[in-house]
């Protein structure tokens, strides 16, 4: 066996803490700060990372800094000149929507010798719940919740998102004008797109309001009349990327799936386990997913194919979960939960999927692990696999079989998170 895989559970924990610690804002923001402009420094930003990003960017300025970032309830850490909120995630709440008129007054006035650094990273959209003009807050928290439970992609949820919003779709940025803007992002959506970390405030925005009612068409969201007003008003149309009010922006994405996947596979080829990246912008229904996973390590296994034991897949991005039943889960523990009943037993492969920001759904449970020895003791302990994947209710059999990993908030996110090592 080769080193370091003799206990495959912790083998595979450590290649997750490494994906983790890629994309921690105390490694990855300071080589992306410039030198201090003529004018003010303002922060501004959103995200579960965004807290720890203001903190990093005050310590390397050591001079007084304005703004303020609005980060999930439990993320936040201590800043000196920076102003750190709490709000709800992923459903917003109220203390988002009045974070973002913070943000948006705290960059009012600003001038061409100004910056705005702006902190984004996942989570952000529903951190930043401004309505639009003629919306209330009840609209769209009603339009989000339904769209989490349709199976719709982070990237049609997020198209919906900016169209009503009022500092959305480049809003923000155009706020911020004639100042110069610094987008440091932390990616968590497959193809690392600007406009869909946090529905890109401060980009700008491709896509149109008839897309966003397009959608909202597809996955059969109930839309009331106010939301159908706004989204078929011309003047509520978000900011166009040839705007000429974005040329002073500056975009980096400074962590990624990708980035994250490559700091996993080093560790791997380290411990003499050769990796193979299949892919980060992975999405689709995260029950497809596993039972397509668990083919692909069968066919490592039994033919060596497409690469030969020992070894680990690797792979990010983010899947859906189509909300059927009633129980408690979310998108990498539904993904394993159907791997594993794909997998029927099979031996010497073994699996962990975890979102890199700790929490997999709505709960403090970041993922889990399986073995080839999972459904037997499932069986054990009177846990129905198929029962549970049916009711959306993997976070119950996890737990029942102590299979699920914690890690608490990890102030990052670059997504989901998947290793599949075949011995």
């Given at each position: 066996?080769?080193?370091?895989?003799?206990?495959?559970?912790?083998?595979?924990?450590?290649?997750?803490?490494?994906?983790?610690?890629?994309?921690?804002?105390?490694?990855?923001?300071?080589?992306?700060?410039?030198?201090?402009?003529?004018?003010?420094?303002?922060?501004?930003?959103?995200?579960?990372?965004?807290?720890?990003?203001?903190?990093?960017?005050?310590?390397?300025?050591?001079?007084?800094?304005?703004?303020?970032?609005?980060?999930?309830?439990?993320?936040?850490?201590?800043?000196?000149?920076?102003?750190?909120?709490?709000?709800?995630?992923?459903?917003?709440?109220?203390?988002?929507?009045?974070?973002?008129?913070?943000?948006?007054?705290?960059?009012?006035?600003?001038?061409?010798?100004?910056?705005?650094?702006?902190?984004?990273?996942?989570?952000?959209?529903?951190?930043?719940?401004?309505?639009?003009?003629?919306?209330?807050?009840?609209?769209?928290?009603?339009?989000?919740?339904?769209?989490?439970?349709?199976?719709?992609?982070?990237?049609?949820?997020?198209?919906?998102?900016?169209?009503?919003?009022?500092?959305?779709?480049?809003?923000?940025?155009?706020?911020?004008?004639?100042?110069?803007?610094?987008?440091?992002?932390?990616?968590?959506?497959?193809?690392?797109?600007?406009?869909?970390?946090?529905s890109g405030p401060?980009?700008?925005?491709?896509?149109?309001?008839?897309?966003?009612?397009?959608?909202?068409?597809?996955?059969?969201?109930?839309?009331?009349?106010?939301?159908?007003?706004?989204?078929?008003?011309?003047?509520?149309?978000?900011?166009?990327?040839?705007?000429?009010?974005?040329?002073?922006?500056?975009?980096?994405?400074?962590?990624?799936?990708?980035?994250?996947?490559?700091?996993?596979?080093?560790?791997?080829?380290?411990?003499?386990?050769?990796?193979?990246?299949?892919?980060?912008?992975?999405?689709?229904?995260?029950?497809?997913?596993?039972?397509?996973?668990?083919?692909?390590?069968?066919?490592?296994?039994?033919?060596?194919?497409?690469?030969?034991?020992?070894?680990?897949?690797?792979?990010?991005?983010?899947?859906?979960?189509?909300?059927?039943?009633?129980?408690?889960?979310?998108?990498?523990?539904?993904?394993?939960?159907?791997?594993?009943?794909?997998?029927?037993?099979?031996?010497?492969?073994?699996?962990?999927?975890g979102d890199t920001?700790?929490?997999?759904?709505?709960?403090?449970?970041?993922?889990?692990?399986?073995?080839?020895?999972?459904?037997?003791?499932?069986?054990?302990?009177?846990?129905?696999?198929?029962?549970?994947?049916d009711n959306n209710?993997?976070?119950?059999?996890?737990?029942?079989?102590?299979?699920?990993?914690?890690?608490?908030?990890?102030?990052?996110?670059?997504?989901?998170?998947?290793?599949?090592?075949?011995?």
């Amino acid at each position: 066996m080769a080193s370091g895989t003799s206990d495959p559970h912790s083998f595979l924990t450590r290649l997750f803490n490494a994906a983790i610690d890629s994309a921690r804002p105390e490694h990855i923001v300071t080589q992306h700060l410039p030198d201090p402009p003529k004018g003010k420094i303002v922060v501004v930003g959103a995200g579960k990372a965004s807290a720890a990003m203001a903190q990093v960017v005050e310590r390397h300025y050591g001079t007084p800094l304005s703004g303020c970032v609005v980060t999930p309830y439990g993320h936040a850490v201590s800043c000196q000149y920076i102003k750190v909120l709490e709000a709800a995630h992923p459903v917003p709440d109220k203390a988002g929507q009045q974070a973002a008129q913070h943000i948006l007054n705290s960059i009012q006035g600003l001038s061409q010798d100004d910056l705005v650094i702006v902190l984004l990273s996942g989570g952000g959209s529903a951190l930043l719940p401004l309505p639009a003009p003629g919306l209330v807050l009840a609209d769209k928290q009603a339009i989000s919740t339904a769209l989490l439970r349709s199976g719709a992609s982070i990237s049609e949820i997020n198209t919906v998102r900016r169209h009503l919003s009022a500092i959305k779709g480049g809003r923000l940025a155009a706020s911020c004008h004639p100042a110069r803007v610094l987008n440091l992002m932390i990616s968590d959506v497959p193809g690392d797109h600007p406009a869909d970390i946090a529905s890109g405030p401060t980009v700008g925005d491709p896509t149109t309001s008839a897309d966003a009612l397009a959608i909202l068409g597809q996955y059969h969201i109930a839309v009331p009349e106010t939301v159908r007003r706004v989204l078929n008003h011309p003047d509520n149309e978000t900011v166009k990327p040839d705007d000429a009010c974005l040329n002073r922006v500056t975009t980096h994405i400074i962590a990624s799936s990708q980035h994250a996947l490559t700091a996993a596979a080093d560790v791997a080829q380290s411990a003499g386990i050769s990796p193979l990246i299949l892919g980060d912008s992975i999405e689709g229904e995260a029950r497809e997913a596993g039972k397509i996973m668990a083919g692909i390590a069968k066919q490592v296994g039994r033919h060596g194919q497409p690469v030969t034991a020992p070894c680990v897949l690797l792979s990010g991005g983010e899947t859906t979960v189509t909300v059927r039943g009633h129980g408690r889960g979310g998108r990498n523990v539904e993904f394993l939960l159907a791997m594993a009943v794909a997998l029927r037993g099979e031996p010497n492969i073994y699996a962990l999927a975890g979102d890199t920001d700790g929490i997999d759904g709505q709960e403090a449970i970041a993922g889990a692990y399986i073995d080839p020895g999972t459904l037997q003791r499932a069986g054990q302990a009177g846990l129905s696999a198929r029962t549970h994947l049916d009711n959306n209710d993997a976070h119950t059999f996890f737990e029942g079989l102590d299979q699920h990993i914690v890690t608490g908030p990890t102030r990052t996110n670059v997504n989901d998170f998947r290793a599949i090592l075949i011995l």
